[in-house]
């Protein structure tokens, strides 16, 4: 039977539900390590994209300091060579970005 009802608090929710996608939040310092890297590894790939490459390994060099020292996370903290993944891309998806930008800003 479903029951179909406006107010949403006459419906009774499953507690073994995942929550919706606008609900989840990160929680674990691993999940935001694993979002450093994947961010680290952007900003070496779009290194060519003036800027955005920059962008991406401040934010992964960031949030990879922010997963080590925010109290704010649960969890035991990631895998020092998880961590050190996500500085070494971030910072050198940096440098990489800071010379393409460099070396092509004569020609603009």
């Excluded at 990160?26 to 999940?31: D, G, K, L, V």
């Excluded at 790939?45 to 704010?72: E, K, M, T, Y």
């Amino acid at each position: 039977m479903t029951v179909t009802s406006p107010h949403f608090d006459s419906r009774e929710l499953d507690d073994d539900m995942p929550p919706k996608w606008w609900n989840r939040r990160i929680r674990t310092r691993a999940q935001v390590t694993e979002y450093a890297v994947m961010f680290g590894a952007l900003s070496i790939v779009s290194f060519w994209a003036a800027g955005l490459g920059i962008a991406a390994g401040l934010i992964a060099v960031a949030s990879a300091l922010w997963a080590d020292r925010s109290p704010d996370l649960s969890g035991p903290p990631a895998d020092r060579s998880d961590r050190a993944l996500a500085l070494g891309t971030g910072i050198v998806g940096i440098f990489v970005g800071i010379g393409f930008v460099v070396m092509v800003l004569p020609y603009w």
